[in-house]
Every structure is written in C-alpha cells, then in structure tokens.
C-alpha cells in the first residue's frame, strides 16, 4: 500500500497493490489486485476478475463500486 487512505474495516490481502488510492469502510480486496489512481466504494469487494474489464484510460482514476467500474471521465460525462 503507497500514497493511499484506507478507510477503517478495510482488508488487503497479502499480495494485493495499492497505489494512490481511497477505499472506503468495509472494502475487502483480494490477493493479486494491482490498483493504481482509484475510489473503492463502501463494502465493495474487488477482485483480478472484476478488474480484467475495467474501463482504463491514461490519467482516469478508476471508480469501483459493488456493481459497476467507471472512468472518472465517464462518470462527468454522465452529469455534463
């Protein structure tokens, strides 16, 4: 885990990296994740499947909630 806040009740399993990153409370991600640039929402698990089709752009951070993955981009697009 580098330059990140996690949140009180998160998990990171031994093996997960975790850069630049906010998790919120409750979060649990599992071994062999590799996050750089990210929001995890409350309680959201996230694991390398769920990663394999996220979105990614260069310079997006990644939003990741319990049932879908955004881009920032996406996410100001949706609210212009």
Known sequence: VKKS???AGVTV???????????LPGAFIEKGVKLKR???DAD???????????????????VIGQRKIQTSK???AENS
């Open 5 to 7: 806040v996690l949140s």
């Open 13 to 23: 399993e031994k093996g997960a990296e975790i850069e630049e990153c906010v998790v």
């Open 38 to 40: 990210a929001i995890i």
């Open 44 to 62: 959201t698990r996230v694991s390398p499947e769920k990663l394999k089709s996220a979105p990614r752009g260069k310079n997006d951070i990644l």
């Open 74 to 76: 996406e996410i100001s």
